[in-house]
């Protein structure tokens, strides 16, 4: 796997104060991961996601750099874009560049089937974790075969897989073929979202097959155990992790059941979440029972222990922590 690259140490130390103030505070008020949404478009119509099913008109180019630097302002240090399918998008190119200048690492997200239509190998350069979604829902399992050719592309290349019940019994054959490429396996269950199908395994079996795969594949299977444990535990969920949508606003506490936003290109994130509306929309995701089992919320330890802050990341800092 490619060595980290080193951000600039401000960075560094900005990040261990925000953890220390989490800690101190019993209260995730400050995220350490964003996913933002650069397009709603996507060519593919996955059974279980509801993101193709909304329309939502492309943010200017500019809208989508303010945002970037808002987040490289904030406590973030890992930033993950995605879709939709960010590949549709014709300033990618400029927007992953401007990215490579702030003191971020870039996760980047896509469903691979436009690969061989851009220039990936030069996308690659601006980005630290590959994330390709190859399941049964995107439709493209051949990918399997080029994964060994995007493993030598410089990032560390992972493929995302979304397991839908009836394909539970196929997973191991997909982490075969990451271990074989030398890649990475990041797994999730097919969550149940509003406006979808119930797709989602059954949690007990899930849980144990992923657990026997992360034991026989160690070096593979970075989906951590944090996440899979509370699968089926209540309020398990919490704000270490946040997401911006492709309408620009960072939805709070979740975007699964929102009680408030801001544009995220207009109002400083920070001030946000210092404020008196965002500690009580944290409160109210505590008391939240829907446990959506989405991965954003729940793969980091809500009890903010430090230790178990830098396990949820260690799988994508790998080369530095």
């Keep these: 796997m490619a060595s980290i690259r080193l951000l600039p140490l401000k960075k560094y130390l900005s990040t261990a104060r925000y953890a220390a103030a989490n800690y101190a505070k ?16 996507c060519d593919s119509r996955c059974e279980f996601c509801d993101v193709w099913r909304k329309r939502m008109p492309d943010m200017p180019t500019e809208k989508v750099l303010r945002i970037i630097d808002n987040v490289a302002n904030s406590s973030v240090v890992l930033l993950s874009m995605e879709g939709g399918e960010p590949l549709l998008r014709k300033d990618i190119g400029e927007i992953l560049e401007y990215v490579r200048t702030k003191p971020l690492y870039l996760l980047f997200t896509t469903s691979g089937k436009l690969i061989d239509r851009v220039p990936m190998r030069e996308y690659a350069k601006c980005i630290d974790f590959l994330h390709i979604s190859i399941d049964e829902g995107h439709r493209n399992l051949d990918l ?21 019940r009836e394909y539970l019994k196929d997973l191991e054959w997909k982490v075969q073929q990451c271990h074989r490429a030398g890649a990475k396996a990041v797994v999730m269950p097919a969550c149940h979202l509003p406006g979808t199908d119930n797709y989602l395994p059954e949690i007990v079996a899930f849980r144990e097959e992923v657990l026997r795969l992360k034991k026989k594949y160690p070096q593979t299977v970075i989906t951590t155990e944090r996440y899979l444990k509370t699968l089926d535990r209540p309020h398990s969920c919490n704000t270490a992790s946040v ?17 408030c936003s801001i544009d995220a290109s207009e109002e400083p994130i920070l001030d946000f979440l210092r404020s008196e509306r965002a500690r009580e929309c944290r409160y109210r995701m505590r008391l939240c029972g829907r446990n959506c089992h989405c991965y954003l919320y ?17 799988p994508y800092l790998s080369g530095f922590v």
């Design 26 to 41: 019993k209260d995730f008020r400050y995220p350490f991961y964003c996913t933002f949404k650069v397009i709603q478009r």
């Design 144 to 164: 399997y075969e080029s994964l060994p050719e995007y493993a030598t592309w410089g990032p560390t290349v992972c493929a995302q897989i979304v397991v839908m």
């Design 243 to 259: 997401l911006i949508d492709a309408d620009g606003r960072l939805y709070y506490p979740c975007n699964i059941n929102p009680v």
């Design 298 to 314: 729940f793969a980091m330890d809500s009890r903010l222990s430090i230790r178990s802050t830098v396990s949820a990341l260690k």
